[in-house]
T-cell receptor, first 115, second 114 residues
């Protein structure tokens, strides 16, 4: 069975600073990988996804992520954080074709942005 | 904002009662998945419905059941509610068939069991 680890429960960065949120997955084959963002009491918004091909994927709101098979990682990055980026971020893995909605999520990383 | 809508947004139930949550999928989508998100946790997959049949289930007991209707909307039913069922319930719609697609989530239903 697949699993996702987000090692950082809480991260604080200053507005304008760069950001990297870590995600490690466990799955025997090529996974489908996703990053979602959740504001308090809200649903999940898809930031970006990786299915195949180029290992550096671009998403919305200036986010990008890099798939590294050798490290089983899919870290999320943003070069300059805005105060509105404060939220909970979830990494998720889907196992195979047609399973983009049968997702295993990590426990999330809460991002705080200081002004 | 996605086209996935959930109702109600909040509700409070008593332990032992039954509850029904509803989800309307995004236009063009044929699959609905349900997730439970306890406070401070990531969402956990409950089950998925495709063509009105259950198409995969997570580690949840049979008192969690569902339906999908011909218009692809869906219901989640939970019987014999327990205090630990208190959570945000998220619905996600997607399209199976036709290549890779992602899931789009609704805003969720906050269930409190007292």
């Amino acid at each position: 069975a697949q699993s996702v680890t987000q090692p950082d429960i809480h991260i604080t960065v200053s507005e304008g600073a760069s950001l990297e949120l870590r995600c490690n997955y466990s799955y025997g084959a090529t996974p489908y990988l996703f990053w979602y963002v959740q504001s308090p009491g809200q649903g999940l918004q898809l930031l970006l996804k990786y299915f195949s091909g180029d290992t550096l994927v671009q998403g919305i709101k200036g986010f990008e992520a890099e798939f590294k098979r050798s490290q089983s990682s899919f870290n999320l990055r943003k070069p300059s954080v805005h105060w509105s980026d404060a939220a909970e971020y979830f990494c998720a893995v889907g196992a195979g074709t047609g399973t983009a909605s049968k997702l295993t999520f990590g426990t999330g990383t809460r991002l705080q942005v200081t002004l | 904002e996605t086209g996935v809508t959930q109702s109600p947004t909040h509700l409070i139930k008593t332990r032992g009662q039954q509850v029904t949550l509803r989800c309307s999928s995004q236009s063009g989508h044929n699959t609905v998945s349900w997730y439970q998100q306890a406070l401070g946790q990531g969402p956990q997959f409950i089950f998925q419905y495709y063509r009105e049949e259950e198409n995969g289930r997570g580690n949840f007991p049979p008192r969690f059941s569902g339906l999908q209707f011909p218009n692809y909307s869906s219901e989640l039913n939970v019987n014999a509610l327990e205090l630990d069922d208190s959570a945000l319930y998220l619905c996600a719609s997607s399209r199976l068939g036709g290549g890779h697609t992602e899931a789009f989530f609704g805003q969720g239903t906050r269930l409190t069991v007292v």
